[in-house]
């Protein structure tokens, strides 16, 4: 045998070990790739990863005790608030959950497990023949990339957030919310700031308690925010082409926040919509809390001074996730909703400004909620 014909001969053998191998790969890719966009048992893995010693559950003896002060201070707040609001509650609130930092965690994940469904929903209704090893090993890169920065981002949250009014968004007919407290994160906070701890319980829970009132006192707003939610999915899975063009262009710069440059103009339309609840949501709910927080806490000026203050001392990384993140889109709009509320209610009183409460249609814009004087004459027009 030539030396030609060796070589020749050995290609073969290489190249149809090489075609089995990838016939094997090609399966085993298909195989573990799935339909799903995210691992979640590996987000949840890589979030406690990463909260590290953070993650320590709550001692049974602290959370009993801690549960029992929010039970006490919520039936309190509730009388003070009503009165502030000018409506009373359905039923009352005093059912707190007081959660460790991976108990949210794992509140939050369920939330995003059932709207990334629906988006995976749409892409494969949405997908053009069959499945194929490239289509596969995309999804496969992609969801690795998203269990890591989805991940991430609950860690860096589960480290952050205070109190959350769980709204119950995605369940069906009418459900009551509940109010959770994370209570590691509310003694790190109180401790930082150097006040009282039961101080600063109640004032988390003051501000938590407002939301209640806004999803308990008007049947309306949680199906119609649920429907926001939906909404925004089902866009962001079905205008989803293009999207790495619209990154990098949003990347380069421009008007507005980056995560607005890359959306579709129907995707923005629905933001906006959302983005002017929240506002208005947050801004009614600072208003009322302002309003009743002296009648609650004697020292409440001061504590919210500080609380407000503690934005000056985030750091470079911190200050950089929040605009990766969106969440300085996010306080941005709170203040505005805040200047909104203050506006309507020196210019037209406290009752004028409820009617937002009486229906959609009475819902400010977002461009409503940066000039209120507009809203007010909407509305007064509207009447007329």
Same mark, same amino acid.
């Given at each position: $045998? ?33 339909? @799903? ?6 987000? @949840? ?9 953070? &993650? &320590? ?9 801690? =549960?029992?002060?929010? *039970? ?10 009503? =009165? ?33 469904? @629906? ?10 023949? /069959? ?5 596969? $090993?995309?999804?496969?890169?992609? *969801?690795?990339?998203? #269990? ?21 968004? +995605?369940?069906?007919? /009418? ?7 994370? =209570?590691? #994160? ?12 039961? %101080? ?28 926001? !939610? ?6 962001? &899975? ?49 208003? !009322? ?7 609650? +806490?004697?020292?409440?000026? =001061? ?25 300085? +889109? ?5 203040? &505005? ?17 409820? *009617? ?11 461009? %409503? ?16």
């Amino acid at each position: $045998m030539s030396r030609h014909t060796a070589r020749l001969g050995a290609g073969i053998l290489v190249g149809g070990l090489l075609a089995f191998g990838a016939s094997v790969a090609s399966r085993e890719i298909m195989r573990r790739a799935g339909t @799903r966009l995210i691992d979640w048992e590996a987000v @949840r893995e890589i979030a406690h990863r990463r909260l590290g010693d953070a &993650a &320590a559950p709550i001692p049974a003896a602290q959370r009993a005790e801690a =549960e029992a002060f929010y *039970r006490a201070t919520l039936l309190r707040i509730e009388p003070i608030v009503a =009165e502030e609001i000018g409506s009373e509650l359905p039923a009352a609130l005093e059912t707190p959950a007081v959660v460790d930092r991976l108990q949210w965690v794992d509140l939050n994940l369920a939330t995003f497990r059932v709207l990334f469904e @629906r988006v995976e929903r749409t892409l494969l209704a949405a997908q053009e023949g /069959p499945d194929t090893p490239s289509r596969a $090993m995309s999804r496969w890169v992609n *969801r690795t990339v998203g #269990n890591q920065q989805l991940g991430f981002m609950l860690a860096f949250l589960g480290r952050k957030v205070l109190g959350q009014y769980d709204v119950s968004l +995605l369940a069906a007919g /009418p459900v009551r919310g509940r109010l959770h407290f994370v =209570e590691p #994160n509310i003694v790190a906070s109180a401790a930082a700031l150097r006040v009282p701890r039961d %101080e600063f319980r109640t004032f988390i829970a003051l501000h938590e308690a407002t939301h209640a009132f806004e999803f308990e006192a008007h049947a309306w707003l949680r199906p119609y925010f649920a429907g926001l !939610v939906a909404e925004t999915v089902e866009q962001l &899975a079905a205008d989803s082409a293009g999207l790495m063009g619209r990154v990098r262009d949003a990347v380069s710069g421009g008007e507005g926040h980056w995560l607005e440059r890359i959306m579709t103009p129907g995707q923005r339309e629905t933001f906006s919509r959302t983005q002017a609840l929240m506002s208005l949501l947050e801004g009614y709910s600072n208003h !009322v809390m302002n309003a009743a927080g002296a009648r609650i +806490l004697p020292g409440f000026a =001061e504590l919210h001074d500080r609380f407000e203050r503690r934005g000056e001392r985030r750091g470079a990384l911190e200050r950089a996730i929040m605009r990766v993140t969106g969440l300085d +889109l996010k306080m941005e709009q709170y203040a &505005a909703g805040e200047r909104f509320a203050d506006r309507v209610i020196v210019q037209r009183g406290r009752e004028f400004l409820n *009617r937002v409460w009486t229906g959609p249609e009475q819902l400010p814009t977002l461009d %409503e909620i940066r000039a209120p004087d507009a809203w007010i004459a909407r509305i007064e027009g509207a009447t007329s």
